[in-house]
């Protein structure tokens, strides 16, 4: 009886068609956890076992170490269970989804001491023909801290993520702006709807979706100073978002913004509808009196979109911000301007994220929008 061989002695056996003797010997897995075979062959089966003990000598040699069983899998999760404490559960899950569908099938089962370079570069390569640049950095971000908690808890030497550059990924829908009379559309469409108040509001001060979502009846003053010297007008308080903790995106995104008439009207006609809330309620809400989330705005904001003749799968909420940066850069607001009424530390962000809307210029934001759109409440004419 044939003596059986024992593991990681590779195979052996007699290939027909090919007329030779073929070892094989399994070398090690791949980061999806396929196996990695190498093979030799030779004409007696005394040079297959030499080609065969050559192949083990190399796999002890380097192509393999002693270490637990730590994977990237294992990292990945402990990562999402214990280092994200301090984020929004809406960040978690977005995260979890990502790392589940994008990281985990490739990398997962590839043991953590054994992950390369090499395995990240292929892995963002061929993430990079389905993603954008924007998810691949986001990827690598969260695959990078995953692995640095798994080094500080010594469960990897170094953290070989880091030493990866992101490719550039595909092409995502580029944001884009309404003209002024796709706007002037949209806020007719919007009357008698329950977003009125939120449309315009966010097309007449460039809120984000955010910052609307958590704004309170104490953040807004519709009467204004007008006793003061000098006068401070209608306005509202931009220091909240829905994001973790409630702050907004950043120190300079918590500003006080004058109100265009209209979105005075609006408001105080939302205000008379909700039975003249108290301050601490919020500004807008669902049919049902609950917090809006960003899928309840999403879903009002379509039939507004297509009542106003545009598409509602190539709108969202986010590009009436965009719009508001566009309509104001064309009617003579100066871009440091525009970067303080959105909030932004500086002209950076504002030149590189709205750079399609933005035209070279000079003025103010809420006197602009009365020119634009007019001080009466209403469909413009």
């Not at 093979?39 to 040079?47: C, F, M, Y």
């Not at 469409?189 to 609307?212: F, I, K, N, W």
């Not at 609950?290 to 969202?316: C, E, M, S, Y």
Request: net charge positive.
């Amino acid at each position: 009886m044939t003596k059986r061989r024992s593991r990681g002695d590779g195979g052996l056996h007699w290939d027909e068609a090919r007329q030779r003797w073929i070892a094989s010997v399994t070398v090690g897995y791949t980061p999806a956890g396929k196996r990695i075979v190498r093979k030799g062959s030779g004409k007696t089966k005394t040079e297959a076992h030499a080609k065969l003990r050559e192949k083990i000598r190399e796999y002890e040699d380097g192509l393999a170490m002693i270490q637990d069983g730590h994977t990237v899998a294992d990292a990945l999760t402990d990562w999402l269970t214990y280092g994200l404490s301090t984020q929004s559960e809406s960040t978690k899950e977005n995260y979890s989804v990502l790392v589940r569908t994008h990281i985990i099938p490739a990398l997962g089962a590839r043991k953590l001491r054994d992950l390369s370079a090499t395995d990240i570069d292929r892995w963002l390569a061929d993430r990079a023909k389905i993603l954008s640049t924007r998810t691949l950095r986001l990827l690598h971000s969260l695959l990078n801290r995953a692995v640095n908690r798994a080094m500080a808890r010594d469960r990897v030497k170094r953290n070989v993520v880091a030493l990866c550059a992101i490719p550039t990924g595909q092409t995502g829908r580029p944001s884009k702006s309404l003209t002024l009379d796709q706007a002037k559309a949209l806020l007719v469409a919007a009357v008698d709807t329950p977003l009125h108040a939120y449309v315009v509001v966010s097309l007449l001060t460039g809120a984000r979706t955010e910052e609307l979502r958590a704004l309170t009846w104490a953040n807004v003053d519709l009467d204004g100073r007008p006793a003061n010297d000098p006068p401070l007008p209608p306005s509202v308080q931009v220091w909240h978002s829905v994001r973790a903790h409630g702050d907004t995106k950043t120190r300079k995104s918590r500003r006080t913004l004058a109100l265009p008439a209209r979105c005075v009207a609006a408001l105080a006609s939302l205000y008379e509808q909700q039975g003249k809330p108290n301050g601490h309620q919020l500004v807008f809400v669902s049919s049902a009196g609950t917090a809006l989330d960003r899928h309840n705005v999403l879903r009002a904001f379509r039939p507004i979109i297509r009542a106003a003749g545009l598409d509602p799968k190539q709108w969202t909420p986010r590009e009436l911000r965009h719009s508001f940066v566009s309509l104001l850069s064309s009617n003579g607001v100066g871009i440091e301007d525009i970067a303080d009424l959105c909030g932004h530390s500086g002209t950076t962000i504002t030149q590189t994220v709205y750079r399609h809307q933005l035209r070279p210029v000079l003025l103010n934001g809420a006197v602009a929008m009365d020119r634009i759109f007019g001080v009466e409440p209403g469909p413009a004419a």
